[in-house]
């Protein structure tokens, strides 16, 4: 019974049609479908990047800390300085009038400027105001990670 049942329904097997009464009907030989070129497509994928400007896990987390405690929100404190937390940092010098530029989490040369001028307002050495975040900035800003030997948090 179950073999008339599949029979019935032209059941295929290898490109073979089963007919009513199990016979092979229409049997022809089979090529395969000429190959089509598949469209290509670009796709960006952009990986935010982690930068603590040489800070490590600690010192980055001590950072986030003032930020915070200073009304700017970092998100996680973490020790990853990723774009929430240099957003934080760039509203942060922003509104202190040290002029990092546009708010959009990342690391160019303006935010670097307005982060020596934070710096140098505070005493440290920074090489200069050049946008560049060269030893000296990274020295200076792993200086500040520290209050008194310790940390912001």
Do not use: H
Not at 4 to 12: D, E, K, M, S, Y
Not at 118 to 140: E, R, S
Request: charged share 15%; glycine share 16%; aromatic share 8%.
């Amino acid at each position: 019974m179950l073999t008339r049942a599949r029979a019935a329904v032209g059941l295929t097997a290898g490109g073979l049609v089963l007919g009513l009464t199990g016979a092979l009907v229409g049997a022809t030989t089979a090529t395969a479908a000429p190959a089509r070129p598949m469209p290509t497509r670009t796709v960006t994928v952009t990986v935010q990047a982690v930068n603590n400007l040489g800070l490590s896990t600690s010192e980055a987390k001590s950072v986030q800390c003032y930020v915070r405690d200073a009304g700017f929100n970092p998100g996680a404190i973490d020790g990853q300085l990723g774009s929430g937390s240099w957003r934080a940092w760039q509203s942060f010098l922003n509104d202190r009038g040290f002029n990092a530029g546009t708010v959009d989490g990342q690391v160019g040369p303006n935010t670097i400027r307005g982060l020596q001028r934070f710096l140098v307002y505070l005493g440290y050495d920074t090489g200069g105001i050049d946008g560049v975040a060269g030893a000296k900035t990274k020295a200076a800003w792993k200086a500040f990670s520290y209050l008194e030997g310790g940390s912001w948090c």
